[in-house]
Nanobody, 121 residues
Framework: VQLQASGGGLVQAGDSLRLSCAAS????????LGWFRQAPGKEREFVAV????????YYADSVKGRFTISRDNAKNTVYLQMNSLKSEDTAVYYC???????????????WGQGTQVTVSS
């Protein structure tokens, strides 16, 4: 499966932004989907994950209550709604597809190219 992330941009602290990740292929619904991010000089970190049907979601503590992951299997798209953005949310955001509902990078087989989110304080 090929993933294409979009929706990043420059916003102010407290603003909202919605990222999208469109996937090619007919097997989209077979994959667990995750969002990760990587800030300059830091390692890539887990943000959120959603199960195949969307019934199960997990979030990093740093975004819990502010970010919401969702998916539309009919549109082959996964979303990340980001509210109350903070300067520390600034990073390149990546979507990924895998087989397990986990937060570990190694469990994801396919990655999108990333979209930049910059939050000014």
């Amino acid at each position: 499966v090929q993933l294409q992330a979009s929706g990043g941009g420059l916003v102010q602290a407290g603003d909202s932004l919605r990222l999208s990740c469109a996937a090619s292929g007919r097997t989209f619904s077979r994959y667990v989907l995750g969002w990760f991010r990587q800030a300059p000089g830091k390692e890539r970190e887990f943000v959120a994950v959603i199960s195949r049907t969307g019934g199960t979601t997990y979030y990093a503590d740093s975004v819990k209550g502010r970010f919401t992951i969702s998916r539309d299997n009919a549109k082959n798209t996964v979303y990340l709604q980001m509210n109350s953005l903070k300067s520390e949310d600034t990073a390149v955001y990546y979507c990924a597809a895998g087989s397990f509902v986990r937060a570990t990078i190694e469990t994801y087989e396919y990655w999108g190219q990333g979209t930049q989110v910059t939050v000014s304080s």
